[in-house]
């Protein structure tokens, strides 16, 4: 039943050795973000997708990179992961990027950079 | 942009305790306003939400109160539970469904 699936749970990268991280989703939406959160700190929104349409933040490093093949999946590429990259990588989804709509969150991938 | 400022950051209250989190935001253009529950180790999950054109939203022993005028929203939960233990995020929306987010409250319900 699970509608966000996050994979994997737990990643271990070297440090600046290039790592993905995946996310899908089975509730056909249009929308699909990727959170960055820090230990005791609130989810931090690095991009999204609307459709095939990436919109990067502002702040994001350009360090993260986003994929999105098809509706159901999108990856999270971080090219050269530093030690600050360490953290929780929420992925999570919305029907329409309209304010109002519930975005939907997948349980996370925590990222440990040795 | 817009910020969102919660407290407190973090709230011990016996079982059977009422307990309430409260968020100001500093765009008026804000118009969602939902709440999040994080238990350890996992995503946050939707609890309640209320939009600007409502003052209150109630769902059993949860209710979401908003004042726009004043621009601040909180979280009433009622008959605290140890299972209601988890960090409560609020958030808010301004445009594009791009959350802010505040910076957390962690509940801990004693029994």
């Known amino acids: 039943d699970a509608m966000v699936i996050q994979n994997p749970r737990y990643q271990v990268t070297q440090f600046g050795k290039p790592v993905t991280l995946s996310c899908s989703q089975t509730l056909n939406h249009n929308v699909m973000y990727w959170y960055q959160q820090k230990s005791s700190q609130a989810p931090k929104l690095l991009f999204h997708y609307y459709d095939k349409d990436f919109n990067n933040e502002a702040d994001t490093p350009d360090n993260f990179q986003s994929r999105r093949p098809n509706t159901s999946f999108c990856f999270l590429d971080i090219r050269s992961p530093g030690l600050g990259d360490a953290a929780m990588y929420l992925c999570?989804?919305?029907?329409?990027?309209?304010?109002?709509?519930?975005?939907?969150f997948g349980p996370g991938t925590r990222l440990l950079v040795l | 942009g817009e910020n969102v400022e919660q407290h407190p950051s973090t709230l011990s209250v016996q079982e059977g305790d009422s307990a309430v989190i409260k968020c100001t935001y500093s765009?008026?253009?804000?118009?969602?306003f939902p709440w999040y529950k994080q238990e350890l180790g996992k995503g946050p999950q939707l609890i309640i939400d209320?939009?600007?054109?409502?003052g209150e939203k109630k769902d059993q022993r949860i209710a979401v109160t908003l004042n726009k005028t004043a621009k601040h929203f909180s979280l009433h939960i009622t008959e605290t539970q140890p299972e209601d233990s988890a960090v409560y995020f609020c958030?808010?929306?301004?445009?594009?469904?791009?959350?802010?987010f505040g910076t957390g409250t962690r509940l801990l319900v004693s029994p």
């Open positions: 765009d008026s253009a804000s118009n969602y």
């Open positions: 209320i939009r600007s054109n409502v």
């Open positions: 958030a808010a929306s301004i445009s594009f469904q791009k959350l802010v």
């Open positions: 999570a989804t919305s029907r329409e990027r309209t304010s109002g709509e519930t975005q939907y």
